[in-house]
């Protein structure tokens, strides 16, 4: 972390004394770091701890020493590597999903450019506040427009009651300001290929068939991936999202594209992560005139070809990862595909659970490993999920000797 420049914002929750410890471990791997809190961050934990912590004045208000000048929200927002804001109130974060900015660290927020500098926020609250439907929307407004949530635990709260709210620890943080900043780089000199997104089938030229992927667990996965030093190539049916900066992106529309890029990039990867929906079928043809109201309409679907089950044939230093989206029997079914396409690890989501599978911010998945070990992981954001997915791999690779 040495040279490496941190804002770290403090916003009104008990969970601030935890920030100090959170202080002193960024300082103590060579960071420098800003405190900025809010008025109510102060109610719980004076400014002095921090600037005695990170020995720098600590930024309280737009108006009052330390500001120099009157861009001080813009000098914040341009000068750090990261920006950190833990705890992270409900309040704090649904100004910062609706563009409110009415005191220094809420302009901070609004001022930053995400491509330049990326702004995590680690949540703390009761977990009804936490679970409360305004706050999951300013949540997955703010993953959406590239903000980092660090999950927070479950566990008992400071008002006593048991549930999910409380921020994540410490330890737990500085690992994903590492990770953010690819400070750990543990994928270094690794290629790895990400497909993502749906595919489409034309049947005629304003119809297709597709499925509800929205891209966001291969996307998650290329930004892990790249933000641990890996060279990664994206592949990618046709989302809403933007590709992250620094890697190789193929846009494809049909299976078939995709097949022919994945293919073409395969001897040269290390890893491949197949999260791609990929169509099983197509129509036999695609109809050159929009096809008109009749009756009734008879399709023939054909096969596409199974672009990992290819790979699985092919593959000789590769390490291949499926997912398996199912509605039901999850493991059988996660099983036998995983076999049949010589997979070395199986991502399984079962896609009817809330918070799953397609479109959601979220996931909860089942690791399958060759051998046949299984472990469940629990609920978790696609941008955690992907770190972890990333170390099972390199543990595994580790143990196969793939690496070495
Ligand atoms: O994009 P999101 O909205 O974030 O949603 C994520 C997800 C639900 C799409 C993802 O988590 C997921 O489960 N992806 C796999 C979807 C699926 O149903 O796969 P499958 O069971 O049809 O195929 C199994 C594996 O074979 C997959 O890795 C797939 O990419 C691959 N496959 C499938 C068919 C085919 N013709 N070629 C393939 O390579």
């Known amino acids: ?231 990664v190539i994206l592949v990618s049916g046709p989302t809403a999202l933007n590709p992250p900066a620094g890697i190789e992106f193929y846009p494809v529309t049909t299976a078939r594209e995709m097949y022919d890029i994945v293919l073409e990039s395969f001897p040269a990867v290390d890893v491949v992560i197949k999260t791609a929906a990929v169509a099983d079928f197509r129509p036999e043809l695609a109809a050159e005139q929009k096809i008109k109201k009749k009756d009734e309409l008879q399709l023939r679907l054909v096969r596409n070809p199974d672009i990992l089950e290819e790979l699985g044939a092919r593959k000789n230093k590769q390490f291949l990862v499926g997912f398996a989206a199912e509605t039901t029997d999850l493991l059988n079914y996660a099983r036998a595909k995983m076999e049949q396409k010589n997979l070395d690890l199986m991502v399984a989501n079962d896609v009817t659970q809330p918070g799953a599978g397609f479109n959601t911010e979220t996931n909860i998945v089942q690791l399958l490993y060759r051998g046949g070990g299984v472990e469940a992981l629990p609920l978790m954001s696609k941008d955690e999920l992907s770190h972890q997915i990333l170390d099972r791999i390199k543990e595994a690779r580790r143990k196969i000797g793939g690496r070495e």
């Open 1 to 231: 972390m040495r040279g490496k420049k941190i804002v770290l914002g403090i916003s009104g929750g008990i969970a601030a004394y935890k920030s100090a410890e959170l202080a002193r471990l960024l300082i103590k791997e060579g960071a420098t770091v800003q405190v900025v809190m809010t008025a109510a961050a102060e109610r719980f934990v004076a400014p002095l701890t921090f600037s005695t912590l990170t020995g720098r004045p600590v930024y309280r208000s737009l108006f009052t020493e330390p500001v120099q000048s009157s861009t001080v929200h813009i000098d914040l927002a341009r000068e750090p590597d990261l920006i950190l804001v833990a705890p992270a109130t409900a309040n704090l974060m649904g100004k910062a999903a609706t563009g409110i900015a009415d005191d220094l660290l809420s302009t901070v927020l609004l001022a930053v450019r995400l491509d330049e500098c990326p702004v995590i926020f680690a949540p703390a609250m009761n977990t009804a506040m936490f679970q409360n439907p305004a706050v999951r929307d300013n949540l997955a407004q703010l993953r959406k427009r590239g903000f980092i949530i660090a999950d927070p635990l479950s566990g008992e709260l400071a008002c006593g009651e048991v549930g999910e709210g409380r921020m994540a620890e410490p330890e737990q943080l500085l690992t994903l300001i590492k990770r953010t900043l690819a400070i750990s780089d543990d994928y270094a000199g690794e290629s790895v290929l990400v497909t993502a997104g749906p595919t489409r089938e034309s049947l005629d030229p304003v119809r297709f068939f597709s499925n509800h992927s929205s891209g966001r667990m291969g996307y998650a996965l290329a930004l892990a991936a790249r933000n641990r030093g890996a060279k």
